[in-house]
Nanobody, 123 residues
Framework: VQLQASGGGLVQFGGSLRLSCAAS????????LGWFRQAPGKEREFVAA????????YYVDSVKGRFTISRDNAKKTVYLQMNRLKPDDTAVYYC?????????????????WGQGTQVTVSS
């Protein structure tokens, strides 16, 4: 499975961005998908996940109510809509895919990773 993330950029405090991650190869429809982020000097952390059908989602507390993960199986794409962005959201964002199919929040539970896209929120 190859994953290609896009949509990052520079945005002001309170602004919005929509990240996309397009997949090729593999059984996309049966995989769960996740978004992680890594700020400078920090470990990669879980942000959001969605199960194979899109019927179940899960978020880290710091983004609940502001971020929304979704997927389009026909387009083999997962999205992360980010609203009311804060400077603390600044990081490189990575999409990932897991053959488990159910919600996964651990870095080691995902087999395939995209290359990352930079999100910078100015104060």
């Amino acid at each position: 499975v190859q994953l290609q993330a896009s949509g990052g950029g520079l945005v002001q405090f309170g602004g919005s961005l929509r990240l996309s991650c397009a997949a090729s190869g593999g059984a996309f429809r049966s995989y769960s998908l996740g978004w992680f982020r890594q700020a400078p000097g920090k470990e990669r952390e879980f942000v959001a996940a969605i199960n194979w059908s899109g019927g179940s989602t899960y978020y880290v507390d710091s983004v609940k109510g502001r971020f929304t993960i979704s997927r389009d199986n026909a387009k083999k794409t997962v999205y992360l809509q980010m609203n009311r962005l804060k400077p603390d959201d600044t990081a490189v964002y990575y999409c990932a895919s897991s053959s488990f199919g159910t919600i996964r929040i651990g870095v080691n539970e995902y087999e395939w990773w995209g290359q990352g896209t930079q999100v910078t929120v100015s104060s």
